[in-house]
């Protein structure tokens, strides 16, 4: 689907940042990865996160709503996480901007920067864990949240 989705309009990806198990150990204090082997149904812990800003441009040049207000170009967030088993799952997030719903494109990046360092070492496929973990570390901002847990399911 993502492929799909894309291929359609021309768009922009820049990488942000990411996070490994390496830069892990100087943001959260989380002990190394064990290295014993792991089977497919046990674990699959994170062991990378990237993030990309893309910009999407809209195929009808502008969308339009009350008081003047517009956008031409759609600033998405795009994640990536990686896990031990060698899998990576994605996730996406575009919000419209900050006059029209309560979040913002480079608020879901600041808030990935505070939360994603946390996460290396979790057991990506425990998604209910995962969760509970996010919403005790960063109370609030589902929208930061969302593209993680879509990466989650999509591993």
């Known amino acids: 689907m993502w492929s799909r989705l894309y ?4 768009f922009h990806c820049n990488r ?6 390496r830069h892990c150990l100087s943001y959260s204090g989380i002990a190394p990865l064990s290295t014993t082997s792991k089977t497919l149904d046990e674990e ?20 339009s709503w009350s008081s003047g ?15 031990d088993t060698g899998y990576t799952g994605y996730g996406e997030v575009t919000p419209l901007g ?3 719903l309560p979040s913002y494109a480079l608020g879901v990046r600041s808030g990935l ?4 360092p946390d ?5 990506a496929i425990n998604i209910s864990q995962l969760n509970h973990f996010m919403d005790l570390a960063l109370k609030g901002h589902p929208y ?11 591993i």
């Open 69 to 83: 207000k517009f956008v031409s170009v759609f600033d998405s967030t795009v994640i990536a996480i990686e896990t």
């Open 113 to 116: 920067q505070q939360l994603c």
């Open 7 to 10: 291929l359609r309009i021309p």
């Open 98 to 100: 900050p006059f029209y």
């Open 119 to 123: 996460l290396i070492g979790m057991n």
């Open 144 to 154: 930061i949240k969302s593209p993680i847990d879509m990466a989650c399911w999509d």
């Open 44 to 63: 699959h812990r994170i062991t990378k996160i990237s993030v990309y800003q893309c910009d999407l441009p809209l195929k009808e040049g502008t969308y």
């Open 16 to 21: 942000v940042s990411h996070v490994s198990a």
